[in-house]
């Protein structure tokens, strides 16, 4: 289960990472009235986060292994 769980961390940190602006449309793009692009911010927090979920799912692969 943690090798799924670790999998699915690693595949949307990659998400997260690669193409921050799908995120922006699926989280947030519903809440505004104008269409518009994300801001350089809320791109720059998304790749920090998938960094992070990936940095994670290593972990727990990693851990499966070790332990």
Known sequence: M???CSIFLLLMGAVMLL????IYELKESWKSSTAGAPSQWYIIRT??????CMAVG?????SVFIL
């Open 58 to 62: 290593i972990a727990g692969i990693i």
């Open 19 to 22: 193409a921050p602006e799908f």
């Open 47 to 52: 790749r920090f986060g998938g960094v992070c």
């Open 2 to 4: 943690i090798v799924l």
